[in-house]
């Protein structure tokens, strides 16, 4: 069964000028909920939403990379335990800083593997923190800082510059945001032995017929463009339109509609293209102690990560309930999945996570969602 979803406070957000548009899909149970509103321009002078609108979904791409590396897993075609090394030798001879914060001369050889699975789990040492470090200004510079937008580099430039960089810390001795899911998405080509764009239509969006879900920007008329708001005034998060040389990547390259969106991260809860086996892999918490404590601002109390996505740990009154998964995506996006409640959920925003006024988008969908004479269930940390 299929009916609109009553959103009165992502319209309230609309009504205020806080949000220009939204997209919703959820399925809960064997019922499909949507539900659209507002415009593609925050002005409100550009199209009315409606279903066939696509967002870029930012970092509401990974919980995808974790999908297409769980069926490689299950088919023997790539192991957890693998060494990074072996898929991509351009990184065999890295450095690693003493401290995520040193200097990088301070840089010395790296003693221990790396492996698929530090990538699946955001401990690989490579990426950011939430604090600025001469690292990341470094890996600004080479232009592969994570950003709601993928490199406009080469596979092989991405390689050899992140070479060039040392990690933040060793291998599994923290968590760092973003740049493993870049090169997690080039270990899976090689071993797949197909383009990331190929191997996404041939073992998720064409099985689950999700068609606009992919890295393609969709044509102007079938898309919102991100905007951000900055001193009262709002500005295009891409102002010269969405680049068609930016490298496909799982870390934040995909654009989609809400439903084709939500069809893809269903698979994390009524599995149809993948084993509950390999999906159990991904919803898994995998992190330690410590682990958590690095990822700071990205993990609250509360929440572990497993393959690509947000764990909740325990019940949240304001939040998931224990065992969601899911995340979100700088350009305002969120996807969760509710086992317990078999319900998945999507919204699709064109307001990027700037500020507060930003992320209310996100409490009201959780309570327009999920408000509805169950407990509350919603939306990971980011």
């Keep these: ?74 088919e023997g075609l790539l192991s957890p335990e693998d060494p990074v090394a072996r898929w991509l030798p351009e990184l065999d001879r890295l450095t690693v800083l003493p401290a995520p914060d040193a200097p990088l001369e301070a840089a010395g050889p790296l003693r221990t593997t790396m492996t698929v699975a530090h990538l699946l789990t955001m401990t690989s040492g490579l990426g950011i923190g939430a604090e600025a470090t001469p690292l990341s200004a470094a890996m600004a510079e080479a232009g592969v800082h994570p950003g709601p937008v993928g490199p406009r580099l080469s596979r092989e430039e991405v390689l050899a ?22 090169v997690l998405g080039l270990v899976l080509e090689r071993a797949a032995g197909a383009r990331l764009p190929e191997l996404l239509a041939a073992r998720l969006t064409g099985p689950l017929d999700a068609p606009a879900l992919g890295f393609d920007p969709p044509p102007a008329d079938r898309r919102a463009a991100p905007f951000y708001s900055e001193d009262g005034a709002w500005h295009e998060i891409e102002p010269e339109g969405p680049a068609t040389d930016a490298l496909p ?59 690509q996505v947000s764990v909740a740990l325990e019940d949240d009154a304001e939040g998931p309930r224990a065992g969601s998964v899911g995340w979100s995506g700088g350009t305002g996006t969120l996807g969760i999945a509710d086992p317990a409640a078999d319900r ?29 004479g169950d407990r509350p269930a919603g939306a990971p940390g980011r």
Excluded: I
């Design 161 to 182: 510059r992140l070479a060039a960089l040392p990690l933040a810390f060793p291998p599994g001795a923290g968590w760092a945001y973003h740049t493993s899911t870049d």
């Design 344 to 372: 998945t959920s999507v919204l699709l925003t064109n307001r990027g996570l700037e500020g507060p006024r930003a992320v209310v988008a996100f409490t009201a969908f959780l309570a327009d969602v999920h408000d509805r």
């Design 249 to 307: 990547t799982l870390s934040c390259g995909l654009w989609g509609t809400a439903a084709d969106t939500r069809a893809v991260l269903d698979e994390l809860v009524r599995p149809r293209t993948l084993a509950p086996e390999a999906v159990a892999a991904v919803r898994r918490p995998a992190l330690t102690d410590r682990q958590r404590r690095s990822a700071g601002v990205f993990l609250p109390p509360g929440y572990s990560y497993g393959w």
């Design 1 to 74: 069964m299929r009916t609109r979803l009553p959103t009165p406070r992502l319209d309230a957000l609309v009504a205020d000028g806080t949000l220009p548009g939204f997209s919703v899909s959820v399925r809960e149970g064997g019922t499909l909920l949507h539900a659209v509103g507002g415009t593609t321009e925050p002005d409100g002078s550009g199209r009315a939403v409606d279903e066939d609108t696509a967002y870029r979904l930012a970092s509401l791409s990974k919980p995808v990379a974790a999908l297409l590396a769980a069926g490689l897993v299950a």
